[in-house]
């Protein structure tokens, strides 16, 4: 019986073009640069403007990711978009995005676990692929969580940035993808990291605005404390499981949240910085979008190539936490280059029919 393996075939990131430094925040909080380099390592992050959405960045770093696979979208058959800073309460964020690329066959919805999202979707993915249910999916991690962030809190509004990256997983006979993963949660540190405003306790008031619980709430050292542990438990079991050891992967990405974590989680895995990834001096924490532009940024930088294996590891709001080893490959062998682009124009018609069209339905047939 043949095999199928879920192959990364395109990757795409998108991240808006205002940056704001440390010391840009140092004017808005009692805070310095130095302070915010010395704790996390992060120099800048990007910031969303004003057209920039969650979808948006997500619908942008998708089409490059369908651009690099060769892939039209209306061959995509499931869109996941993993977000804690989602479009809208409901519908998903990946919906909207559904339309706006026009993958008019795909079924979309998005995935809540927190800066672990991309790592639980890539699995997903490869659940879905390998068990015949799927055959070309895209998976992405798109964030505008800066719009979550009090500005005047400097335990928080340091570390977030924006931005949004895309992997498409195809299915393949070809050995390697996704080799192993291994994801957990512990609701009891719910607590820990959250947004608690706006949900079934706490709907949306004067209260809950005036008590700020719209925003990110954060107790720093216990997250510090159960990522440094859970990076290292994750990355050893999902090697393990792939019957493997730190010696066969090249390369490490993980979750871009703080330099120290990703340091000391280095140290526990007895595994060289050298061969692990960080670029979240220049973006922050971009939750769910971290391990995407951090691997497009690697590729891009030769330092992923294919055959390389890698391991993506995450913690976040939940708590959760998991990881994957991913033997890299790159575009599947195509015959006849697609335009995945020139394809947004002819689903922006495609959206506005639809919408004229249950308008006239509307008309014809009364609105109830
Ligand atoms: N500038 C200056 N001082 C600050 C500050 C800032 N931006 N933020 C906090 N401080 C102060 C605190 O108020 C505290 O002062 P106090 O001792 O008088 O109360 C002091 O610095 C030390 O705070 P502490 O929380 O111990 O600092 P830390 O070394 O743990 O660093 C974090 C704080 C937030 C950088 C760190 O805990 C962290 O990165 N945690 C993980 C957070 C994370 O990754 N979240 C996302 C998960 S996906």
Redesign the pocket.
């Known amino acids: 019986m043949s095999t199928r393996n879920a192959h990364i075939t395109g990757w795409g990131m998108a991240v808006p073009d205002q940056v704001l430094t440390n010391d840009d925040i140092a004017k808005m909080?009692?805070?310095t640069d130095e302070?915010?380099v010395s704790?996390?390592g992060i120099h800048e992050r990007r910031i969303a403007n004003s057209d920039q959405t969650t979808a948006s960045l997500a619908s942008e770093a998708a089409l490059r990711a369908l651009e690099v696979a060769n892939l039209h979208p209306g061959d995509l058959d499931m869109i996941i978009v993993a977000t804690s800073s989602p479009e809208y309460i409901f519908p998903a964020t990946a919906c909207v995005v559904q339309d706006r690329i026009g993958a008019v066959k795909a079924y979309a919805f998005d995935l809540l676990a927190?800066?672990t999202g991309f790592v639980y979707g890539i699995n997903l993915a490869s659940q879905a692929i390998k068990s015949n249910g799927a055959n070309n999916i895209l998976v992405i991690g798109s964030e505008t969580l800066t719009r979550l962030v009090n500005w005047k809190d400097?335990?928080t509004c340091?570390?977030f940035g924006d931005g949004a990256g895309a992997f498409v997983l195809q299915a393949s006979e070809e050995p390697g993808g996704v080799l192993s993963a291994v994801l957990r949660s512990d609701g009891s540190g719910a607590n820990l990291?959250s947004v608690p405003g706006g949900g079934s306790p706490h709907p949306a008031s004067m209260q809950t605005l005036y008590d700020g619980l719209h925003y990110i709430q954060?107790n720093?050292?216990e997250?510090?404390r159960f990522?440094t542990r859970v990076m290292v438990e994750a990355t050893f079991e999902t090697v393990e499981t792939a019957q493997m050891t730190m010696d066969d992967i090249q390369l490490l990405i993980p979750?871009q949240?703080?330099q120290r974590?990703i340091e000391a989680a280095a140290r526990g895995l007895n595994y060289p910085m050298e061969q692990v990834m960080v670029n979240l001096d220049r973006y922050g924490?971009t939750?769910t979008a971290s391990i995407p532009i951090a691997t497009v940024e690697a590729i891009e930088q030769g330092r992923l190539k294919p055959g390389d294996n890698t391991v993506l590891v995450a913690?976040?709001?939940g708590l959760t936490w998991g990881a994957a080893l991913i033997q890299w490959t790159g575009p599947l062998p195509f015959q006849k280059k697609v335009s995945p682009r020139l394809v947004r124009g002819y689903a922006r018609g495609r959206s506005i029919l639809a919408r004229l069209r249950r308008r006239i339905e509307g008309f014809i047939w009364g609105n109830g």
Do not use: K
């Open positions: 909080v009692d805070t302070w915010i704790r996390t927190a800066c400097r335990n340091i570390l990291l954060m720093g050292r997250v510090f990522a979750h949240a703080n974590i924490n939750s913690f976040g709001g």
